[in-house]
């Protein structure tokens, strides 16, 4: 049977704020290496036999982003699904089915998380072989993580019958979140495992189960993805369908309630859900006095710290079992064992309406980035950076002009009914009201300096007269 992957795109990393935010979070950042953790999910499933291209979950503010980092590594996914709103994970995998069906009647869904690190992708394969066997058998498959600690951040599995391989096992219970004595309760008995979040299961066994138990996710799923749209490389499910979903997991939409439910206990897999700084942190490499350090950091007299800048020199005297990470326009410092708590300052953030939440200074958009350099009253300069080939939607603003300078590359720009084109060093000016079109024709990033001046300078003040990427116009 062809194993068809689902990667599920979405959640917003709260945790590791100030690097991951809502508007990106960690799935597309690189946090342990090279690639992003999206990349890197997709890529361990070099190692499985019989897989197919994967159906990626996303929404549809960071479809771009998905398509991008997927074009980065060379992977040409089935299908980039954009989910209208977030609706859990059951109608998510209700609709992947639904699609993986379409092209293999007995095709087997593998779902993962995109934010999971596995360090052993070998042993990763190894166990895809043993749930692909389960599934195959009608079972209805979660991979366990043997627990390394009396860890309450995880649900648990319970154990039960051995089914024919050593590590399946049929799941006797699912436990929610333990206290701290409970935990170590598990850890000490054995027979538990970490529920992975992870997945195999035949598609038409996990819509036969759905229709049981949670028959309106079945049957919104199916809607959804009957009047769906496609959309340049994407495929825009209903919103009213979808939205008519309930809101619940897999966990509790089936997973709890089918007799069919089986586990693959795994050990050597090396997977984090990296669900906070100091479980990163303890993925990292350590120097003599047990710190990681990422990036220009200085440090005296410093030990067991993870200490990471992007952007500017961190400097840390005499301190101990801290996080401390710096971007463009956030720091954070904590203490090692109140990791967790970061998701109460995004809390704070949001309450008080502040865009560090949500976005960071450099934001990413379908044809580059722009970032923020300096604002003031009545103006605001920014760099932007326009990849090859791309270019912004014609437009106009109500209330503000705006002055570009090029610093690299090359610039077709549509001024009113001028079009010029512009180098290194060249600029134009931008009346307010006038629409306008920036245009890269070149074969490297174009880079200017905008500088914009008047009354309101938000990102709302935009009327798009004609777009490449279907977003809606704005008044």
Not at 14 to 25: K, Q, V
Request: hydrophobic fraction near 45%.
């Amino acid at each position: 049977m062809q194993i068809h992957p689902v990667v599920l795109c979405g959640g917003s990393g709260t945790r590791l704020w100030p690097m991951s935010r809502g508007g990106f979070p960690k799935q597309y950042l690189r946090l342990n290496g090279t690639q992003t953790l999206m990349q890197q999910t997709v890529l361990r499933l070099r190692d499985v036999k019989d897989v197919a291209n994967p159906i990626v979950i996303s929404n549809a503010e960071q479809r771009f982003l998905v398509a991008e980092q997927l074009r980065e590594i060379d992977v040409a996914p089935s299908s980039i699904v954009l989910e209208p709103v977030g609706r859990n994970t059951a109608p998510a995998i209700a609709v992947a089915a639904i699609l993986a069906i379409r092209q293999t009647p007995d095709a087997l869904l593998l779902v993962l998380p995109s934010d999971h690190v596995i360090g052993d992708e070998i042993a990763f394969a190894s166990a895809v072989r043993t749930a692909a066997q389960l599934a195959a058998d009608q079972y209805v498959v979660t991979f366990g993580i043997e627990p390394t600690e009396p860890n309450t951040g995880y649900g648990y599995i319970r154990r039960g019958v051995q089914l024919g391989a050593a590590n399946a096992y049929a799941v006797e219970a699912f436990v929610e979140k333990p206290d701290a004595s409970t935990a170590q309760r598990f850890l000490s008995s054995g027979g538990y495992d970490w529920n992975s979040g992870m997945f195999m299961l035949k598609a038409s066994v996990y819509l036969e189960e759905l229709r049981i138990h949670e028959p309106e996710v079945a049957q919104q799923a199916e809607l959804s993805v009957e009047h769906a749209q496609r959309d340049i490389d994407f495929l825009r499910l209903d919103a009213a369908a979808f939205a008519a979903c309930p809101n619940i997991s897999v966990d509790f939409a089936v997973m709890e309630k089918t007799s069919r439910a089986a586990v693959v206990a795994t050990s050597d897999l090396g997977w984090s859900d990296i669900g906070s700084w100091s479980a990163l942190a303890d993925l990292a490499q350590t120097n003599a006095q047990g710190n990681s350090i990422m990036g220009d950091v200085l440090t005296e007299s410093v030990a067991d710290s993870y200490i990471r800048a992007e952007h500017r020199m961190v400097a840390a005297i005499g301190v101990q079992d801290l996080v401390i990470v710096e971007t463009a326009d956030a720091v954070l410092v904590a203490h090692r064992d109140k990791a967790q708590d970061v998701k109460k300052i995004v809390e704070q953030l949001n309450a008080s309406g502040r865009h560090e939440s949500v976005t960071h200074r450099r934001v990413v958009r379908p044809w580059g980035s722009y970032e923020g350099i300096d604002q003031g009253e009545r103006f605001q300069v920014k760099r932007i950076v326009v990849n090859p080939g791309a270019q912004l939607s014609l437009q106009m603003h109500h209330h503000r002009a705006e002055h570009w300078i090029v610093v690299n590359g090359t610039a077709l720009v549509t001024n009113g009914d001028e079009e010029i084109l512009l180098c290194e060093n060249q600029s134009t000016y931008i009346p307010l009201g006038m629409k306008h079109r920036l245009f890269n024709p070149g074969k490297i990033p174009l880079e200017l300096i905008e500088v914009q001046s008047g009354a309101y300078l938000g990102e709302d003040d935009i009327v798009r007269f004609e777009d490449n990427y279907g977003r809606v116009s704005k008044a």
